[in-house]
Nanobody, 126 residues
Framework: QVQLVESGGGLVQAGGSLRLSCAAS????????MGWFRQAPGKEREFVAA????????SYADSVKGRFTISRDNAKNTVYLQMNTLKPEDTAVYSC???????????????????WGQGTQVTVSS
């Protein structure tokens, strides 16, 4: 089991920035690829970003590419999502996830084998 706890969400104006954190405990953090997902009201959960076990490789959804940056600190068992130039359409509950690979998180997360955090609300006002 892996326990994931997100923090850093809140209310921000369009164009602003937020940094989300996700602290992991339980099984060995560095064995898991990590990702961030979001779900807006009335919409399905969608992939945002993923990072490999070492932190050397990353993936992003087209909608956030160039604005968001995912990173991890294996010494602190923590993954981050730096969000810049936020838009109202970024408003959602953001959840972190631990999975077997970056590719799995980006395209096959709906098939299971993923640990989820409970999420943190991000609201971007126009």
């Amino acid at each position: 089991q892996v326990q994931l706890v997100e923090s850093g969400g809140g209310l921000v104006q369009a164009g602003g920035s937020l940094r989300l954190s996700c602290a992991a405990s339980g099984r060995t953090f560095s064995n898991f690829a990590m990702g961030w997902f979001r779900q807006a009201p009335g919409k399905e959960r969608e992939f945002v970003a993923a990072v490999s076990t070492s932190g050397g490789s990353t993936s992003y959804a087209d909608s956030v590419k160039g604005r968001f940056t995912i990173s991890r600190d294996n010494a602190k068992n923590t993954v981050y999502l730096q969000m810049n130039t936020l838009k109202p359409e970024d408003t959602a509950v953001y959840s972190c996830a631990a999975g077997p690979s970056r590719a799995w998180l980006s395209s096959r997360f709906q098939y299971g084998d993923v640990y989820w955090g409970q999420g943190t609300q991000v609201t971007v006002s126009s």
